[in-house]
């Protein structure tokens, strides 16, 4: 086992090697800065640690020192954090690297990371608006790679969300299933006052800008983003109260398509309705990007299918590409050839009243 974890440590790919670099520079430099700080009566609020508002987002120094919004994902003061998170990170990041690119990673860290802290930053103005108590503002900092793990989480849910993890072989669930437990364990955490509200706040955000910059902004094979049902925002709720989330969510992107904030779906004309939690709309003139979109579907199902039949249930496995999976050669046996034929039934389309074509059992 320590053997097998050794020769992963030894294999990681470039961006990984880069970014666990700088979380443990950042790091050092914080224990450095913590050991040689000259003021003895300036720590933190909730946890007694000392402030390091060269490192760490406290947030009423961090609108002046804007580069804290992005060193404080790479900052741990507390070692058994630093252990546990990072060894985390390294391993979520070599896959998420080997699925997505060096490229596309470093950009979504990058993204995640900002919006995480920005996101926490604005709800401790508001605390600290409604309450003018200097402490949440003043005297509070937050910082780790909390908000980049939970961006992972999500993005694992849109790759794997069949796959199934079982810890300690007493229970085990869905990866589609994992944003919503890590979500609510940190909600439960912060009310038990085990952790910061701010520590909350940058779990939550770092959630939510990971799941729109995946549903709207990432382009894998020529389609940007992933529409599908499987991926709504309702998907990360329990199914009791999806009647009251997809208007809500329905309602929020339609208007952010009017302010120009989120493209619009593939197919849908400006003025068009569009459903945010099925991704189904209205077709016309644009069966070329139709078509992509099914195919890419398809490819997403047969990869959930694959995942499935696999008999290991610990860890997540390697992903493989949509392309390999559409370059399978016809002569496989018959159990292929039944297992590509599920995801094709998956996409059907049908013609509605105007002539125009809508997807039909989207997910997956």
């Not at 890590?182 to 009310?191: D, E, K, N, S, W």
């Amino acid at each position: 086992m320590s053997s097998s974890i050794q020769a992963q440590l030894r294999n990681l790919p470039p961006a990984t090697r880069i970014l666990a670099g700088t979380f443990i520079g950042i790091s050092a430099l914080g224990l450095l800065l913590s050991i040689f700080s000259s003021s003895s009566d300036d720590s933190d609020e909730q946890t007694g640690l000392k402030l390091l508002p060269l490192l760490a987002m406290v947030p009423g120094s961090s609108i002046y020192l804007v580069w804290t919004f992005m060193t404080a994902g790479f900052l741990e003061t507390s070692l058994l954090p630093f252990l546990i998170d990072g060894f985390a990170f390294i391993m979520m990041s070599r896959y998420m690297e080997h699925a997505w690119g060096m490229r596309e990673f470093l950009k979504f860290v990058a993204i995640v990371n900002v919006s995480a802290y920005f996101g926490a930053w604005v709800m401790a103005l508001i605390e600290y608006a409604g309450t003018l108590e200097p402490a949440y503002f003043f005297e509070t900092q937050v910082c780790g790679l909390g908000g980049i793990l939970c961006a992972f989480v999500v993005a694992y849910k849109q790759m794997v969300p069949e796959h199934t993890i079982t810890f300690m072989q007493f229970f085990s669930f869905r990866v589609k299933h994992l944003p919503s437990v890590v979500i609510l364990g940190h909600l439960i955490m912060c009310l038990l006052r085990l952790e910061g509200h701010l520590q909350f706040w940058v779990a939550l955000y770092g959630s939510l800008s990971a799941w729109v910059y995946i549903r709207f902004y990432k382009v894998q094979d020529g389609i940007r983003g992933d529409r599908s049902e499987t991926f709504s925002l309702s998907s990360f709720f329990p199914e009791i109260i999806h009647p009251i989330i997809k208007p809500i969510s329905n309602s929020t992107f339609n208007l952010m398509v009017r302010l120009k904030l989120c493209p619009p779906l593939v197919g849908t004309a400006s003025g068009g309705y569009t459903d945010l939690e099925t991704g189904k709309s209205r077709v016309s003139g644009n069966s070329g990007n139709a078509t992509a979109e099914a195919e890419r579907r398809r490819a997403l199902a047969l990869r959930a299918l694959d995942e499935r039949s696999k008999d290991r249930s610990n860890g997540i496995p390697a992903i493989p590409t949509p392309t390999s999976l559409q370059q399978t050669p016809a002569s496989q046996s018959s159990g292929s050839s039944s297992a590509a034929a599920a995801p094709a039934a998956i996409m059907m389309e049908e013609v509605d009243d105007d002539g125009g074509k809508k997807e039909v059992g989207a997910e997956l």
